[in-house]
């Protein structure tokens, strides 16, 4: 959680510097690599920078605003036979290729247990 915060001051850093979007969201991916938060989480904190806030911390949210509004990030793999695998993501977990390839590694063995035919016939 440090560490997004960390990114979130690096954003607003770029913008100080009159860096665009862009400019920002490449040194940020150079310097953080696969835990560099994703594309729209840089572009939201951007824009907010923009819109004048100053402070790199979450917003505080009130205990019915944490239930009612969670918000969920769900994978899902499926076919015209219905779905063959899905996946939540973890509550703050950036989406980067490490984690997206563990997830292709269930799906592979989704798909040879529930699609036989199709494992077997590399369909």
């Not at 989406?95 to 590694?105: A, P, Q």
Request: hydrophobic share 30%.
């Amino acid at each position: 959680m440090e560490d997004l915060e960390e990114q979130r001051v690096c954003m607003k850093f770029c913008f100080k510097l009159g860096k665009t979007f862009k400019e920002s969201f490449q040194m940020v991916q150079q310097a953080y690599g696969e835990d560099c938060l994703s594309r729209t989480q840089c572009h939201v904190w951007y824009q907010r920078f923009k819109r004048g806030r100053t402070s790199t911390e979450d917003d505080p949210k009130s205990r019915s605003q944490s239930r009612s509004n969670v918000e969920v990030m769900l994978i899902v793999f499926f076919d015209w036979k219905g779905v063959v695998h899905h996946e939540f993501v973890p509550r703050g977990h950036t989406v980067n290729k490490k984690f997206y390839l563990e997830v292709l590694k269930c799906l592979t063995e989704a798909v040879r247990r529930k699609r036989p035919e199709a494992w077997t016939s590399k369909t």
